[in-house]
């Protein structure tokens, strides 16, 4: 297992190009099979994720082959149902195959994927949306077994949870929707850039979809779909983590190749923690300017800020004069991060799926322990900035979400490396 050292205290200056997007490229691998045509998609981040649902396209019968950021993915016309736990247990996501093979086959067989460090994670609203377009499930054995009763008909759905609207099961039911008889309505719909990215990929293989980008979703089935070229938006959570990692280290970073209009919320936040940024078009500069202000974040869906940038939120909260405050509404358990940021002297109180973040002076580099992706982005920002080394062990949590880390961060000056454990 791989570990990344860092080296705090350097400011970071330069300029950094963003990947395509981790959560817009996996639902869009999913929708290609929904066609037996090839698609080929540009701007893929090389992610463990990105290579684990190339796994398992492959393991269902479709061709994929990723090369230098563009794939090529054909499913042909055997594809087989089943969607197996060695792949689905390594990644959630992996979740998002069910629509579209149920669209496709009339059938599909995923595994459950379970909880994950973050938290409890149903798919309730997934089964909910899917069953209200006419079919059969049934839970056996820790699978999901989903069965079309003659074909798949369009419906209104209201697809809202305790915590609100669910991305990846408004992408499952608009995929399955697509290829549905008739009409189908999504209620409370998803609003976030990723769902939207996927509805244009769906529009350009010939979905008729309206309303995407809003809480309400309209899409008229149609019998068939064609394979497409398409190009991913940028990450805006990795986006994001660079405009911490500038304020955090009171750096000065021109952030290049994203959309800062996916960012708003990030951005006001940032200013108003006193951190200098300029929007350009596909570009922002990030700058100190003068002492940080403490901040308060609640994580809410699309467009509010995201639960995917909260911990990254965290470590900037942890050096920043004062009291800052973090409430969790998406993740309510989404705080493993916390404990670590605490063996770095950071001090932060959870009150129930919130965190009073006591802003102090340093933090000193210790080693610490990578729980999932966010979390260990988090772990490396404090780094950036601690007195001494920070070893950050369980790197691979890293390498499903962010694409060359090291090497972006070394060319704005870091002094960041990794070891094998
Ligand atoms: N929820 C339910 N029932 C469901 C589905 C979700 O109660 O059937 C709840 C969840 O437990 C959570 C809330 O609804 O409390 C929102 O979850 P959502 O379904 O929107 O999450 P997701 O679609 O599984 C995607 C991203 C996550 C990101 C969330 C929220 C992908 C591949 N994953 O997950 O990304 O945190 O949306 O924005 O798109 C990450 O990249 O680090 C990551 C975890």
Known sequence: MDKIIIEGGVKLKGEVDISGSKNAVLPIMAAALLTEEESIIENVPSLWDVHTMVKLLRSLGAKAILEEGILKIKPGNHLKPLAPYRLVKTMRASVCVLGPLLARLG????????????????????????????????IQHGYVKIKTKKKLRGSEIYLGGAYGSSVLATDNVMMAATLSHGKTVIENAACEPEVVDLARFLKKMGAK???????????????????????????????????????ITGGDILIRRMEPGHLNAVIDKLHQ?????????NTVHVRKNGRLKPIDITTLPYPAFPTDLQAQAMALMSVTPGISIVT???????????????????????????????????????????????????LVLAGLVAEGATEVQRVYHLDRGYENLEQKLTSLGAKIRREKE
């Open 209 to 247: 979809i309206e309303g995407e980008g809003s809480p309400r979703i309209e899409i008229e089935g149609v019998r068939k779909l064609r394979g497409v070229n398409y190009r991913v938006i940028p990450d805006r959570i990795e986006a994001g983590t660079f405009m911490f990692a500038a304020a």
């Open 273 to 281: 923690a006193g951190v200098r940024i300029d929007k350009f078009k």
């Open 328 to 378: 969790e509404k998406i993740y309510p358990n989404r705080f493993m991060h916390v404990p670590e940021l605490g063996r770095m002297g950071a001090k932060i109180i959870l009150e129930g799926p919130s965190a009073i973040v006591h802003g102090v002076k340093k933090l000193s580099g210790a080693p610490v322990m990578a729980s999932d992706l966010r979390a260990s982005a988090a």
């Open 107 to 138: 059938e599909a067989e995923v595994s459950l994927p379970g909880g994950c460090a973050i938290g409890p994670r149903p798919i309730d609203l997934h089964l909910k949306g899917l069953e209200a377009l006419n079919a059969d499930i049934n």
